[in-house]
């Protein structure tokens, strides 16, 4: 199961950081995290997004959102206001409150709000082929790793097999070439089936 990690700033002795890594974030896996049922549910959630990728673009950080809700316990109840027309603070008040219990769920340790920066899909590409240029890729990217960025690489793939700029752009053949070449590098054949 994957886990995303806020740095402590001891993390990784060979990363160096003048700001202690402070806002630096990492995903971990760990085969045996996680009960059964949480796996079961990530495992939905992720055949669900590969399912609707054509619809829904963006992950809204689901498997983070996931691991912090679990982490974060904060009771999320239903507002007891009933909204009347005569007593408008009391509901902005209680939307308020509501809102704050929710964005705590997604508040770091560390006191930060994570967040995917996915849109742009010419980063990555550059990162792989970048890694094998240096004979480095396998020593950096887990096998894990690897099979997660092929998993995102073709959940971004347009309809008609390309790839844009950024998740919902049309294709481009700038980051269709990367994209299919940074896929080749992470093991795809050039007849895999996808």
């Not at 982490?71 to 239903?78: F, L």
């Not at 930060?112 to 967040?115: L, N, Q, V």
């Not at 099979?147 to 998993?151: F, K, V």
């Not at 690489?153 to 097999?161: E, F």
């Given at each position: 199961m ?14 160096r ?8 974030q990492?995903w971990?896996?760990?085969p045996c ?13 992720q ?12 992950s ?10 679990s ?8 507002s007891?206001?009933q ?13 308020l ?14 006191g930060?709000?994570?967040?995917d ?9 550059g990162?792989?082929i970048?890694?094998?240029?240096m ?11 690897q ?5 995102y ?9 390309g790839?844009?700029l950024?998740?919902e752009g ?23 089936g996808?």
């Open positions: 994957w886990k995303l990690k806020l740095s402590k700033g001891d993390d990784d002795p060979s990363v950081s003048i700001n202690n890594h402070i806002g630096r990492f971990e896996f760990d995290a996680g009960t059964p049922e949480e796996r079961f549910e990530i495992e939905f959630m055949k669900e997004f590969s399912k609707n990728k054509l619809h829904v673009k963006h809204s950080d689901l498997l983070m959102r996931f691991q912090f809700a982490e974060n316990k904060v009771e999320m109840k239903k007891q206001v909204e009347t027309k005569d007593d408008d603070e009391v509901v902005v008040k209680a939307s409150k509501k809102a704050l219990r929710f964005y705590s769920t997604l508040q770091g340790e560390d930060s709000w994570p967040a920066y996915g849109g742009p899909l010419f980063l990555l590409p990162l792989i970048g890694l094998h240029v004979g480095a890729k396998d020593a950096v990217l887990s096998v894990e790793h099979r997660e960025i092929r998993r690489l073709y959940n971004h793939q347009n309809v008609d097999g790839w844009g950024h998740i049309h294709n481009t053949m700038f980051c269709t070439a990367l994209n299919y070449v940074a896929l080749r590098l992470l093991g795809e054949k050039m007849d895999g996808e």
